[in-house]
């Protein structure tokens, strides 16, 4: 595709010259004799590069670029001017200008100035390709949605990657945070630096201090050699803190005078490390809570909290359902021989209606699950895990206040005989003939059964 160049000169020799010499390198040419006029072309065919003269009949040559890059900020302007008004030129750069040439100009310099702003303009393409490549790829599973509170989140992202504040996300289980963590360090200025992701409430109480900061060699009994902390290895990138409500007292202020001196000490050294790491950090809890029960220090969270991200649960958003189950479906298809292309509507309202305590997670488990149950071309309700179908699952039975023994052991049984019944049937390729000689039960007793548990 051909540069677009807007030529706004009142000069009609200058015009000739620069017409002749572009046109011949290739480039697509607009021209306009005032200001007025070079405003009005750049909003009928937006150029790539402007060379603006400084001094037009009408209104000015900076006035002309400013109402230009008002309407398009990335169009690059390479000023024109008489070697007297090279501080006008240089006024013009302060207001936006790419760069400057004096009159007359030579020839080899323009077309190299022209490259330059080229080269420029290819490079910040690459970048918002990039950029959009980067936001497609992460934008999956955990925070796929058209909704608006997922598309607050992505907003939310989007106006702190490209900064180095600390961010705190908060979600329950499952909600995905891990994933926009990963999606923000990508799209930030420290995307080439490594990504550290420690889970707080995986490590020992008495490890977590190694973990963090490091050890030297001899510094405790299984000190064997030396460990370079997590947030020595996050140097230059991200370290993402997850589960951080899961730290203690002692730890955490560790943790706040690690963040505040941007130094950290091994254990059992004594040299501060000077560390130059973004933090990020995520938890499942309310800090504000856990700073009025005790548990979480107020000077911490509000190192922490500089800027909040908070994800909704699945149950707030179940417009985007039907996406991830497309999503989910095309994802384990892959891996899945089945012969599934499809989910019924009846299927699709069950997991709409369904509470989703496990969030996006459960939600592509229970695909997961379906396409390994199913034998037939479409997902229906009977092959979604019995939890979602409304049945509790034996695990799940807890003794009932208001229902007797004798009630509860019914439920139970009633629980554990469709499984059985799902699963003769599956094995049989959905024949109730062969279902019901494999449960050693007549083929009208399987019948009645199948219609009072509300099996297809």
């Known amino acids: 595709m051909k540069t677009k160049l807007l030529v706004v000169d009142d000069e009609e020799k200058i015009i000739k010259i620069l017409t002749r010499i572009l046109s011949e390198e290739g480039f697509d040419l607009i021209t306009a004799s005032t200001g007025e006029e070079g405003v009005e072309k750049a909003k009928e065919i937006p150029p790539d590069i402007v060379l603006m003269d400084l001094n037009l009949p009408g209104i000015s040559g900076i006035e002309a670029m400013t109402r230009i890059h008002e309407t398009y900020p990335d169009i690059l302007t390479i000023i024109l ?6 501080t006008s030129a240089v006024e013009a750069m302060r207001k936006g200008a790419y760069d400057y040439l004096t009159k007359p100009f030579d020839n080899d310099e323009l077309l190299m100035t022209i490259r330059r702003a080229e080269e420029n303009l290819n490079l910040r393409r690459e970048i918002l390709e990039l950029k959009d490549q980067l936001r497609e790829k992460y934008q999956f599973v955990n925070i796929i949605g058209q909704s608006p509170k997922i598309q ?3 907003n939310l992202m989007d106006r702190v990657a490209q900064t180095d504040a600390t961010v705190l996300v908060q979600g329950e289980s499952g909600t995905g945070k891990e994933l926009i ?4 360090h990508h799209a930030s200025g420290r995307k080439n630096g490594p990504f550290i992701a420690v889970n707080c409430g995986a490590i020992p109480p008495n490890l977590v201090e190694s973990e963090f900061f490091g050890h030297e060699k001899g510094a405790f009994t299984d000190a064997k050699e030396q460990r370079i902390g997590a947030f020595e290895r996050a140097n230059g990138g991200t370290l993402f803190l997850d589960e951080v409500g899961e730290l203690s007292l002692d730890t955490q202020v560790k943790l706040l005078r690690v963040l505040e001196e941007k130094k950290v000490v091994r ?3 004594a ?3 000077p560390i130059e790491t973004r933090i990020i950090t995520a938890t499942n809890k309310n800090l504000e809570k856990e700073i009025k029960n005790g548990s979480f220090r107020q000077d911490l969270f509000f190192r922490l909290n500089v800027f909040f991200i908070p994800l909704p649960p699945l149950r707030e958003r179940r417009e985007d359902i039907p ?3 497309d999503h989910f479906l095309e994802k384990y298809l892959i891996k899945v021989s089945s012969s599934v292309k499809g989910i019924s509507k009846q299927a699709v309202h069950r997991l709409q209606t369904y509470k989703w305590p496990g969030n996006v997670r459960e939600l592509e488990n ?14 229906l309700p009977r092959h979604l895990p019995l939890r979602i179908q409304g049945y509790p699952q034996v695990r799940d039975v807890h003794i009932e206040p208001d229902m007797g023994m004798e009630e509860q052991v019914g439920k139970i049984c009633k629980v554990v005989e469709r499984e059985m019944i799902l699963k003769a049937l599956e094995e049989n390729n959905q024949s109730r003939t062969k279902a019901a000689e494999k449960l050693q039960i007549s083929r009208k007793t399987l019948f009645n059964k199948m219609q009072k548990l509300g099996i297809d």
């Open 323 to 325: 996406l991830l189950i």
């Open 267 to 269: 254990v059992g050294g």
């Open 366 to 379: 229970a695909i997961h699950s379906a396409l390994i149950v199913c034998r037939g071309e479409s997902i």
């Open 81 to 86: 001017t008489a070697y007297g008004t090279i």
């Open 152 to 154: 607050a989140v992505f």
């Open 271 to 273: 040299k501060e490390i």
């Open 181 to 184: 963590v990963k999606a923000i």
